[in-house]
């Protein structure tokens, strides 16, 4: 028997890119692994994370974006139906809530005030800890 809450939605728990995961893992350059593995969303959110903290916030914007869509894409396969928990503790989420985070901030710098506070909800609505853990709390 289980205690879950039959009014909130189940968790979505992406499956692991172990590949492209490992190619990230051991240094192969993000814009390639983007490129061999394109709805890989932690490779894009390494790129909007690096644009970030290049100062390019428009590339970083651009990147984010890209792993954001990706994202919503894996998440809809993945059963999500536009709400619902998308839990920060399993990694493979952490790609499309990385690409979340880095949209935000990229939004936010450009003066895009709007999106940041979808975004940052949108982060707020998966999962409180993924706001804590990519510095948007």
Not at 22 to 45: I, N
Not at 49 to 59: D, K, M
Not at 87 to 110: C, D, F, M, T, Y
């Amino acid at each position: 028997m289980t205690n879950r809450n039959l009014l909130e939605p189940p968790e979505t728990l992406l499956p692991t890119d172990e590949a492209a995961q490992q190619e990230l893992d051991t240094g192969t350059d993000p814009s390639r692994v983007a490129a061999g593995h394109p709805a890989f969303s932690a490779a894009w959110a390494s790129l909007a994370e690096a644009a970030l903290e290049a100062g390019e916030p428009v590339a970083a914007y651009a990147y984010a974006r890209t792993g954001y869509h990706r994202g919503l894409d894996a998440l809809r396969k993945a059963g999500w139906k536009g709400f619902g928990p998308v839990p920060w503790r399993h990694e493979p989420n952490r790609g499309v809530l990385r690409s979340v985070a880095a949209l935000a901030k990229a939004a936010r710098e450009i003066g895009e005030t709007d999106e940041f506070d979808r975004c940052r909800q949108l982060l707020l609505d998966s999962d409180e800890a993924a706001l804590e853990a990519t510095g948007l709390a």
